[in-house]
């Protein structure tokens, strides 16, 4: 399985950024995919999650000014990020993992597999 983030960038205070993330080796529409982030000195921290059931999961951090989203025929998670604030800068990090839908899997952890990462910068 590979994974390919792209899309970040340098942005102001309030802007928008959409990241993509494109998948390969498995069948993406079964896949739970997950964005998470690293700033300098702190730990990755869970983003967003786009569940193989349909649903979506937030950190209370993002809710509200993020938003995931797949297209299943472009094997792709999208994150839009919207209100962009000088604490969302950090290094954005698309994760991937199949589990059964009815597995109870929380949508935070438990990825096995990782893209390159993706830096998100947001001015002040």
């Known amino acids: 399985v590979q994974l390919q983030a792209s899309g970040g960038g340098l942005v102001q205070a309030g802007g928008s950024l959409r990241l993509s993330c494109a998948a390969s080796?498995?069948?993406?529409?079964?896949?739970?995919m997950g964005w998470f982030r690293q700033a300098p000195g702190k730990e990755r921290e869970f983003v967003a999650a786009?569940?193989?059931?349909?649903?979506?999961y937030y950190a209370g951090s993002v809710k509200g000014r993020f938003t995931v989203s797949r297209d299943n025929a472009k094997n792709t998670v999208y994150l839009q990020m919207n209100s962009l604030k000088p604490e969302d800068t950090a290094v954005y990090y698309c994760?991937?993992?199949?589990?059964?839908?009815?597995?109870?899997?929380?949508?935070?952890?438990?990825?096995?597999?990782w893209g390159q990462g993706t830096q998100v910068t947001v001015s002040s």
């Open positions: 994760a991937a993992k199949w589990r059964s839908p009815y597995s109870g899997s929380s949508p935070a952890n438990g990825y096995d597999y």
């Open positions: 080796g498995r069948t993406f529409s079964n896949s739970v």
């Open positions: 786009s569940m193989n059931g349909g649903s979506t």
